[in-house]
């Protein structure tokens, strides 16, 4: 584990265990279909935080978490990606939140079931509780998933780190769209952005207008995901889109989580802005090249060679 004297970003949201059913051909409801199963650690706040420690980012991550094998699994592979759960809230008799979904044929999702139910135990005194280890972030990235937790959060310790919002999805978007003047970076796609804009985005006016509206509300870097058309950024003095051309497509799942971890590398960092953008597509684009939604490879040495290799291309607003 990395010595946390130093400084570190912490990541505070949900982890999640992933069971997906494949069926090898015409999926029958009340019946058994043959296939495979695979399983995986998930949650976007997870994602986050180990895609930010492959790439050697000094990182903490708040989560809750059963006290049943899955979390003990969980918190033993942290140790091995080495990132930081010992904060965690570790609930007697819980179970770890759990997605179990059968697609079809066609990858589609025809049924699910989701066991969140232990993210209700996530309190205010238990966020009291994290007060020092919260102050000593250099940033917290947060989601949307508890919107009162996010309020509670924003307000307690405003002034103390520096807080990212990634908004997770639109519906989530709203909930916190009353609070985004108070983080120092927006993560959102342009779905998110027209909800917290309050107006639609359908061309390159109205995304400048969005990201002048966002910078006005003294968000100091703004982020808006665009998918196959790239990445639009605004910090009130660059302005831009970055895109990477010739990407090879397999599952676009954690796209945007891994981009959030190339952020919070480039800030910890100090690394300019723009470079800042092409690591995090970078880290994007090296996810969604494979089936998993972390690729088993990730690291610092794979991302640049992604960031040397890519064809790019750049427009800088003047």
Not at 133 to 143: H, N, V
């Amino acid at each position: 584990m990395i010595e946390n004297k130093q400084s570190y970003a912490l990541v505070f949201g949900v982890s999640v265990f992933d069971i997906c059913g494949f069926t090898d051909r015409h999926y029958r409801c009340n019946d058994s279909n043959p296939g495979k199963v695979k399983t995986s650690f998930g949650g976007v706040c997870r994602n986050i935080a180990e895609s930010m420690a492959r790439v050697g980012v000094n990182t903490k991550f708040i989560s809750i978490l059963g006290d049943d094998e899955t979390g003990t699994r969980m918190l033993e592979h942290s140790n091995v990606m080495n990132y930081d759960m010992s904060n965690s809230l570790i609930i007697k008799g819980g179970n770890t939140p759990t997605y179990m979904a059968v697609l079809n044929e066609q990858g589609e999702m025809v049924s699910a079931v989701v066991d969140m139910k232990i993210i209700d135990e996530f309190t205010t005194e238990f966020i009291d509780s994290k007060s020092e280890i919260i102050k000593g972030s250099e940033y917290m990235i947060l989601d949307a998933d508890r919107p009162d937790l996010v309020e509670y959060i924003i307000k307690t310790f405003n002034g103390h780190t520096k807080f990212i919002l990634d908004p997770v999805s639109a519906s989530k978007a709203e909930h916190v769209k009353h609070l985004i003047n108070n983080f120092h970076t927006i993560k959102p796609n342009r779905y998110e952005a027209e909800i917290m804009c309050g107006f639609e985005i359908k061309n390159e006016d109205d995304l400048r207008r969005a990201g002048k509206h966002f910078i006005d509300l003294g968000i100091e870097n703004v982020f808006i995901t665009l998918d196959e058309d790239g990445i639009y950024y605004n910090n009130g003095k660059l302005e831009g889109k970055i895109k990477a051309n010739n990407v090879k497509v397999v599952n676009v799942t954690g796209a945007g989580d891994s981009f959030v971890a190339g952020i919070a590398h480039g800030y910890t960092n100090q690394v300019n802005l723009v470079d800042t953008v092409k690591f995090a597509i970078a880290m994007s684009t090296i996810t969604i090249s494979t089936e998993e939604t972390i690729h088993p490879e990730m690291c610092y040495n794979l991302v640049e060679e992604y960031v040397e290799n890519i064809d790019w291309t750049e427009i800088e607003y003047k």
